[in-house]
């Protein structure tokens, strides 16, 4: 079983030319529409209720926020840290076009000029799997990512389906998770996940290094 250990918040950043220094870590993005409950999985995967801020007053916050996590594998007892990027909730009604512009720039600049991340991650509302900034959200990720990259695709608020309409949006996304971050659903294979990736993407550095 893997467990996050340890997270603590590091600075916030209005963009990506004011990330901090981490060339040696890697970096997991997440990314969501405001009020899909970022903050709420930020807090259930590292069990940390104060970590990220569940707002109430949604898109309010336009920085990027930086955490340091640390993983605990407990079958090898090994640690491992990476960082966890929180960035700003898009997509949301009330905020300006500049701030709109600002967040895509945001991303863009991101995909574009962030090595150490290794994992994108896109949250959405499972209640409203189909909107379209979603859907331009991923489309972009998908054209644009690099080779050792990852997107991971995560329904929040699964606790608010029944059984049945699980199942469809199941079978019609069959790569993606699930996570009810208020019953604690899903949470354990998120980090499960994300440390694997991060380790075989580690493994096969050492490997190109060696060569
Ligand atoms: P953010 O804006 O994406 O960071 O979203 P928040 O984490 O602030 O959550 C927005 C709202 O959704 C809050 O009222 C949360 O309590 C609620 N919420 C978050 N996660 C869940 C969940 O797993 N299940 C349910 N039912 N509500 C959730």
């Known amino acids: 079983m893997v467990e996050?250990?340890?997270a603590k918040f590091v600075t916030s950043a209005p963009n990506v030319g004011a990330a901090p220094e981490s060339d040696l870590q890697d970096e997991v993005v997440f990314m969501a529409r405001s009020n899909v409950g970022k903050?709420?999985?930020?807090?259930?995967l590292t069990n940390h209720k104060g970590l990220a801020k569940v707002s109430s007053t949604p898109g309010k916050t336009r920085l990027i926020n930086y955490f340091d996590v640390t993983f605990l594998d407990r079958d090898s007892a090994q640690k491992s840290m990476a960082k966890f990027v929180d960035l700003p909730g898009f997509g949301y009604a009330k905020v300006s076009k500049s701030i709109k512009h600002d967040w895509e720039k945001n991303l863009t600049d991101y995909v574009a000029n962030r090595?150490?991340?290794?994992?994108?991650?896109?949250l959405i509302d499972c209640r409203h799997?189909?909107?379209e900034i979603d859907t331009s959200v991923s489309g972009f990720l998908f054209d644009n990512i690099r080779k050792n990259q990852?997107?991971?695709q995560i329904f929040t608020k699964i606790d608010k389906l029944n059984q049945k309409e699980q199942n469809k949006l199941k079978k019609e996304f069959p790569q993606a998770l699930m996570v009810s971050?208020?019953?604690?659903?899903?949470?354990?294979?998120?980090?499960?996940?994300?440390?694997?990736?991060?380790?075989?993407?580690?493994?096969?550095?050492?490997e190109m290094d060696e060569d």
């Open 181 to 206: 971050s208020s019953k604690k659903r899903g949470t354990l294979k998120i980090i499960k996940i994300i440390h694997d990736i991060l380790q075989e993407n580690q493994e096969n550095r050492e």
């Open 39 to 44: 903050s709420s999985l930020l807090n259930a």
């Open 150 to 152: 990852h997107i991971i």
């Open 4 to 6: 996050i250990v340890d």
């Open 129 to 131: 799997p189909h909107l």
């Open 115 to 122: 090595e150490q991340i290794k994992i994108f991650i896109h």
